[in-house]
C-alpha cells in the first residue's frame, strides 16, 4: 500500500523549477514537536539565541529581530518551506557562535522562525 503525505511536505533539500533556478527548502516542524527538537544556545553578538541543527534545512535561518541593518546584504533568496509555500527572504552575514559551527555565515532572514537560528546540516 502506498503511503500519503497529507501535510504535503517537501522532502528534499532543494527544489529545481523547469527553468533550471534551485531553491532551498527550510524545513520546520508543527509548534507541537517543537519541545522535543534538540536545540542549543549559542550567541549572535552578545545575546544568546536558540540554536537547531537542522539535517533537513538547506541554508541558514536567523531571526529577523537578531540582525542589525548594517548586517543585511540587500539581497533577497527565494526560499521553499517544507509545506511547499514559497517566500523571498532579505539576506544578512552575520557572526555565530555555536556548539555546531562558529563563523561568519551568510543567512536568511525570517520574521517568526521556530528558534533563533537554524543551521543547516553542511554548516556543521
Same mark, same amino acid.
Given at each position: 500500500?502506498?503511503?500519503?503525505?497529507?501535510?504535503?511536505?517537501?522532502?528534499?533539500?532543494?527544489?529545481?523549477?523547469?527553468?533550471?533556478?534551485?531553491?532551498?527548502?527550510?524545513?520546520?516542524?508543527?509548534?507541537?514537536?517543537? /519541545?522535543?527538537?534538540?536545540?542549543?544556545?549559542?550567541?549572535?553578538?552578545?545575546?544568546?539565541?536558540?540554536?537547531?541543527?537542522?539535517?533537513?534545512?538547506?541554508?541558514? %535561518?536567523?531571526?529577523?529581530?537578531? %540582525?542589525?541593518?548594517?548586517?543585511?546584504?540587500?539581497? +533577497?533568496?527565494?526560499?521553499?518551506?517544507?509545506?511547499?509555500?514559497?517566500?523571498?527572504?532579505?539576506?544578512? /552575514?552575520? /557572526?555565530?557562535? +555555536?556548539?555546531?559551527?562558529?563563523?561568519?555565515?551568510?543567512? %536568511?532572514?525570517?520574521?517568526?522562525?521556530?528558534?533563533?537560528?537554524?543551521?543547516?546540516?553542511?554548516? %556543521?
Amino acid at each position: 500500500m502506498k503511503s500519503v503525505q497529507k501535510c504535503h511536505a517537501v522532502l528534499n533539500a532543494e527544489v529545481t523549477l523547469e527553468c533550471g533556478c534551485k531553491l532551498p527548502v527550510i524545513a520546520d516542524v508543527c509548534q507541537s514537536y517543537k /519541545e522535543r527538537m534538540p536545540v542549543g544556545i549559542g550567541m549572535i553578538d552578545d545575546r544568546n539565541v536558540s540554536v537547531l541543527r537542522d539535517t533537513g534545512c538547506s541554508t541558514v %535561518v536567523v531571526k529577523r529581530d537578531l %540582525v542589525n541593518e548594517d548586517q543585511m546584504t540587500g539581497g +533577497t533568496e527565494t526560499c521553499i518551506l517544507i509545506d511547499g509555500t514559497v517566500r523571498r527572504t532579505p539576506v544578512a /552575514e552575520i /557572526e555565530i557562535e +555555536t556548539r555546531y559551527y562558529s563563523g561568519r555565515v551568510k543567512a %536568511v532572514c525570517m520574521e517568526n522562525p521556530l528558534y533563533d537560528v537554524i543551521l543547516e546540516t553542511c554548516q %556543521v
